[in-house]
């Protein structure tokens, strides 16, 4: 059946937990009918706090019919703040995988549970959709939710986005301004990734190398140069350069500009490169 | 496996026919001769090629010189458009409407960026043009007016006759995306004066990769291929013979069986209609009844979703189509639906049943049969029906 997995057949043939728990603790609902889909979510918890109960309704195809399924049985048994942890990507896993343009509906999925939970804590229902800069205007989609599903799927471009929260599905006109999240949403994930970094000497000197080999020395050795690795200090990075290069009045500016450029962009940006004349 | 198959399908394509198969195979077998060719063994070929153009000129009321050979309805259309707007300079003006085919609509958009002003028409609810704002929009810098005989989603027929009428009056001309009503209706371009007319083969039983484009006799237009002098010069390249060849036969059966089409088929097809409106709690037509193609249905179930339907359907052997977003890889439902105002509600949940000849009594009754607890079933899934 099309590009569906043989879980997602199976949860859209023989949905479980379908209709709606009597005297509900936590409801939740989300999506509208101009989009396409809808999905409401109802549970109740047990004696321990455990989602005992959890029903859903859904007005959607059939992998929204079969992401809903999925994730009541997921969520079942489990504290809220274990719910609370069931990603898209656990839906989409937990079916064998979505097709790209159907990682929505596990986005959907996610969005409902964890309004239902919001109603279960507060009583309240879920506001959190209308918070922020409403990005793509036809769906509805705010920043917040853009952000999120770029940072938990590691989202590069807009049509990925579109496929995901259905942003710039329709008029397009919101495309730059998705571009735009996408853009701060991986300059954070590098700046925190490079904050963790944890390279060891080894690997430090052998990506300095890999830069050195792939990104300078070919342009050194067009005029007959080359450049030599002899030590690594910290970020101090001590090289030679060599044949056409040494003694070249324009060494020392290649050095800074180009060598060192080069390695802060791709080892760190303390990178200080130093020539042992 | 699927113990049947009960094809509603035919607006996507149909079946070639077992006659247009016989037609075809001497020219996939000894009857393989270039049909330009001067020597007598591909000479005999440009024959059956002629009687190929004579029976498709015939089904339209055309003179066979009047038709040009394509590879698809698309190619007609662009041919169409892109052929007669070239000769013009850009900012010429050509009308269309929201809801044609998207090888029309995408071919106008493509105009519309290298320079050419389009124009595109809305509907009302029941899927028509108001041809007053038609008439309103054809400027002194338009040229072309292209509107389609019939929907394919919907099977709503256009007004052919008035709307050739006011652009005659206006001296602009006109062409028509005919891909769907051509074997379905009479359509005959002596008694409705178009100027350009596309169709397709397979949607009228012979196979995909042919079809054709009705040019009347004084219109000027550049060709989409250039090369050989082939098709008087309007485009080149080796005719597809065999497929030609099958196209002809087509369009001789289609004449054949036309008056079936108005009547047996329309009678399945009305009988579905009611079955349905009667077993399925929410389902309404799209499209106006009264002016509709004979073989198609578009019926909407409210609060229940298209591929839903379609999968459950597919299950049982049932091939239908949706206008729903989610089967149609776009997130939004068919243009021709929301062009027509379909509440949300129902848009996402449209289907198009489209008949053929060679559907059966038994596969109305086996649809029947099964539709109405496909639709109780979603029904019970979906958030806005209250058990």
Not at chain 1, 137 to 148: A, D, P, Q, S
Not at chain 2, 131 to 137: F, G, I, N, P, Y
Not at chain 2, 229 to 240: L, P, S
Not at chain 2, 260 to 265: G, H, I, L, M, T
Request: proline share 3%; hydrophobic share 35%; glycine share 10%.
């Amino acid at each position: 059946m099309w590009n569906y997995s043989e879980r997602v057949v199976d949860h859209f043939l023989h949905p479980r937990n379908v209709g709606e728990v009597e005297n509900p603790d936590g409801v939740g609902e989300v999506g509208s009918l101009a989009c396409g889909d809808v999905l409401r979510i109802t549970f109740k918890l047990d004696d321990k706090g455990r989602i005992a109960d959890i029903r859903f309704k859904t007005f959607g195809c059939a992998s929204a019919i079969a992401s809903a399924s999925a994730l009541t049985e997921m969520a079942k048994g489990k504290t809220h703040a274990e719910a609370e942890e069931i990603t898209n990507r656990d839906i989409a896993e937990y079916l064998g995988g979505l097709p790209d343009q159907k990682m929505h509906c596990s986005v959907l999925g996610r969005e409902a549970l964890g309004a239902a939970i919001y109603n279960c804590r507060t009583g309240k229902h879920d506001r959190r959709r209308l918070e922020g800069k409403v990005v793509c205007k036809c769906f509805g989609v705010t920043e917040k939710e853009i952000e999120r599903v770029v940072r938990e799927n590691r989202l590069t471009s807009v049509e990925e986005v579109t496929h995901y929260t259905k942003a710039g599905g329709a008029c397009g006109q919101c495309h730059g301004d998705i571009a735009a999240v996408i853009e701060k949403v991986w300059k954070d994930i590098r700046a925190k990734e490079a904050g963790e970094e944890t390279m060891t000497l080894v690997q430090k000197i052998r990506l300095i190398e890999k830069v050195l080999d792939e990104e300078v020395r070919p342009a050194l050795r067009m005029d007959g140069g080359d450049i030599e690795l002899v030590d690594v200090r910290d970020n101090q990075v001590l090289v030679r350069l060599r044949g056409g290069c040494s003694g070249c009045p324009m060494a020392g500016l290649t050095l800074k500009r180009v060598v060192e450029e080069k390695l802060r962009q791709a080892v760190s940006r303390d990178i200080v490169v130093e020539d042992m004349r | 496996m699927k113990e049947r198959v009960v094809y509603l399908d035919n607006n996507a394509t149909t079946r070639v026919s077992p006659e247009v198969v016989q037609a075809m195979e001497p020219f996939l077998g000894d009857m393989w001769g270039n049909p330009s060719s001067i020597h007598t063994f591909g000479g005999q070929v440009r024959q059956h090629l002629g009687h190929a153009r004579e029976r498709v000129a015939a089904l339209i009321g055309a003179e066979p010189e009047e038709i040009i050979f394509t590879s698809c309805g698309t190619e007609s259309n662009n041919t169409a458009l892109k052929g007669v707007m070239l000769t013009r300079d850009p900012g010429a003006r050509l009308i269309t409407t929201a809801v044609e085919h998207p090888s029309v609509l995408n071919v106008c958009r493509y105009l519309g960026s290298v320079g050419f002003q389009i124009a595109e028409l809305g509907v009302d609810g029941q899927g028509h043009l108001d041809l007053q704002q038609l008439r309103e929009s054809i400027d002194e810098h338009t040229v072309l007016v292209s509107v389609m005989w019939a929907n394919n989603e919907t099977g709503v027929i256009f007004p052919i006759r008035e709307i050739a009428e006011i652009t005659k009056e206006r001296g602009v001309l006109f062409h028509t995306d005919a891909v769907q009503a051509v074997g379905k209706i009479p359509v005959n371009v002596q008694e409705v004066p178009v100027d350009l007319l596309s169709l397709s083969g397979h949607k009228l039983h012979a196979p995909k990769g042919v079809g054709a484009l009705y040019v009347r006799k004084e219109v000027k237009l550049v060709p989409l291929l250039h090369g050989g002098h082939q098709e008087g010069n309007r485009r080149g390249g080796t005719e597809n013979v065999p497929y030609i060849v099958g196209l002809g036969r087509a369009c001789e059966l289609a004449q054949k069986h036309m008056e079936e089409q108005q009547a047996r088929v329309a009678a399945l097809r009305d009988r579905l209609e009611r079955g349905i409106l009667q077993s399925c709690p929410g389902a309404q037509i799209n499209g106006d009844r009264t002016q509709r193609l004979p073989n198609t249905l578009n019926v909407s179930f409210e609060y229940v979703e298209g591929e839903s339907i379609l999968l459950l359907l597919d299950q049982l052997g049932i091939c239908a189509s949706s206008g729903s977003a989610c089967t149609s890889g776009s997130l939004e439902p068919s243009h021709v639906i929301q062009a027509m105002g379909v509440p949300f509600t129902a848009a996402h949940g449209s289907i198009r049943f489209s008949l053929s000849r060679y559907t059966t009594d038994e596969d109305i009754d086996y649809v029947l049969q099964h539709l109405p607890g496909i639709i109780r079933r979603l029904r019970r899934l979906s958030p806005f029906v209250k058990e």
